[in-house]
């Protein structure tokens, strides 16, 4: 393989920079909003920061869903114990009637779908 001179050298070296030049200005264009093809993809980018913005707005926090949770559970809480109440009435009337043994009635009455506190 032949040997490069020394302008040849030089040759590739410029011809290396003023390559990397024009690509270094096309990224200064592109930030300083000179280069017009751009304006698509700055549109985009902002839509998407829009859209990133709703949805972080929408968004809700663990807090938030805690309480939600637990007013959930509380409400569960309440219509079991009121639905028992309602359980325990009604074997308490048919034993009362004796319609229902006493082993039975105990049976059914120790049955309690929550533990009291």
Same mark, same amino acid.
């Given at each position: #393989? +032949? @040997?490069?001179?020394?302008?040849? /050298?030089?040759?590739? /070296? ?10 270094f ?7 300083? =909003?000179?280069? %017009?093809?751009?304006? =698509? $993809?700055?549109?985009?980018? @902002? ?5 990133? =913005?709703h949805?972080?707005?929408? #968004? ?7 309480? %939600? ?8 809480v $309440? !219509? $079991? ?9 009604? $074997?308490?009337?048919?034993? @009362? ?5 006493? !082993? ?6 120790? #049955?309690? +779908?929550?533990?009291?506190?």
């Amino acid at each position: #393989m +032949p @040997e490069a001179t020394h302008d040849e /050298i030089l040759a590739a /070296i410029n011809d290396f920079a003023n390559k990397v030049e024009a690509r270094f200005c096309g990224v200064d264009k592109r930030f300083d =909003g000179s280069d %017009k093809r751009l304006d =698509g $993809v700055d549109k985009k980018l @902002e839509s998407l920061d829009q859209r990133t =913005g709703h949805v972080e707005n929408q #968004m809700v926090t663990k807090d938030y869903l805690d309480n %939600k949770l637990a007013d959930l559970r509380g409400g569960w809480v $309440v !219509a $079991v114990r009121r639905e028992d109440e309602k359980v325990d009435t009604l $074997v308490n009337k048919l034993r @009362e009637e004796d319609s229902l043994s006493v !082993a039975s009635a105990q049976a059914v009455l120790e #049955m309690k +779908p929550l533990v009291r506190a």
